[in-house]
């Protein structure tokens, strides 16, 4: 299985990038953003259980981060808006084949399928 993350790249401060995940041939139950800044943990962004697409996001970034699905392209996309240089990170896309409760969609340890991640830099 194969998570291909994408999307990432240089922006502005107050500026805008969608980050897309898609799976080999296949959908999972739960899919969910991380990222992870240089000497950080790896931390919740966003996540999505795929039956229903409720979205659960970091409290901190609730209103600039959405979360949604295209069930055709078998693709989750992560619309980051009204960036700062303090979400300059590399982003993860991680999946799981079961379909997690509200309160587990945030637990990493819980992903039994990673991306390669994709780098934001945000400039000031």
């Known amino acids: 299985v194969q998570l291909q993350a994408s999307g990432g790249g240089l922006v502005q401060a107050g500026g805008s990038l969608r980050l897309s995940c898609v799976a080999s041939?296949?959908?999972?139950?739960?899919y969910g953003w991380f990222r992870q800044a240089p000497g950080k943990e790896r931390e919740f962004v966003a996540g999505?259980?795929?039956?229903?697409?409720?979205?659960k996001f970091a409290d901190s970034l609730k209103g600039r981060f959405t979360i949604s699905r295209d069930n055709a392209k078998k693709t989750v996309y992560l619309q980051m808006n009204s960036l700062t240089p303090e979400d300059t990170a590399v982003y993860y896309c991680?999946?799981?084949?079961?379909?997690?409760?509200?309160?587990?969609?945030?637990?990493?340890?819980?992903?039994?399928?990673w991306g390669q991640g994709t780098l934001v830099t945000v400039s000031s």
């Open positions: 991680a999946a799981d084949s079961r379909s997690w409760n509200t309160g587990s969609i945030s637990r990493k340890n819980l992903y039994a399928y």
């Open positions: 041939g296949r959908t999972f139950g739960t």
């Open positions: 999505l259980r795929w039956s229903d697409g409720h979205p």
